[in-house]
């Protein structure tokens, strides 16, 4: 399903650049950087983390906020102020680990700690964006 959203993207790519259609996509995609578009997977990384920072601060329903889980060691870490969460065990399935509350931990976790350690919505997406954009362009 992602993979169709991403030939539709690099449709759109296309027709925006005037390439053709069996022009290979990586210098249209470079011609319309100035667009500002992530990969569909990213985009979906993107929305998932920004519900993620949402869900602790209320700002996301409750029903989502109940799947996630400070992680607290058990004992005084360095680690413990740095605002991880707890990534469940999961069966071995592919659709485990899709799941928000088992993907949600395991991408907040692997954010830099300047992204994570954002105070406010705002400082957040501009973080995130540009964290994003040097992983999918990089």
């Known amino acids: 399903c992602i993979n169709k959203l991403q030939l539709v993207e690099n449709a759109a790519a296309r027709v925006l650049a005037r390439a053709r259609k069996y022009d290979h996509i990586n210098p249209v995609l470079i011609k319309i950087t100035s667009l500002h578009?992530?990969?569909?997977?990213f985009r979906i990384d993107y929305k998932l983390l920004l519900l993620t920072y949402k869900a602790p601060n209320g700002l996301a329903p409750m029903h989502l906020s109940s799947l996630l889980t400070s992680y607290n060691p058990p004992r005084s870490l360095?680690?413990?102020?740095?605002?991880?969460?707890?990534?469940?065990r999961i069966a071995k399935s592919?659709?485990?680990?899709?799941?928000f509350s088992h993907l949600a931990p395991k991408l907040w976790n692997s954010l830099p700690d300047s992204v994570r350690g954002s105070d406010t919505l705002s400082q957040f997406k501009c973080r995130l964006k540009t964290y994003i954009f040097s992983k999918a362009y990089t």
Do not use: D, I, M, Y
């Open 94 to 99: 592919t659709k485990g680990s899709r799941a």
């Open 78 to 88: 360095r680690s413990q102020n740095s605002g991880l969460l707890v990534v469940p």
């Open 37 to 41: 578009w992530l990969p569909v997977k």
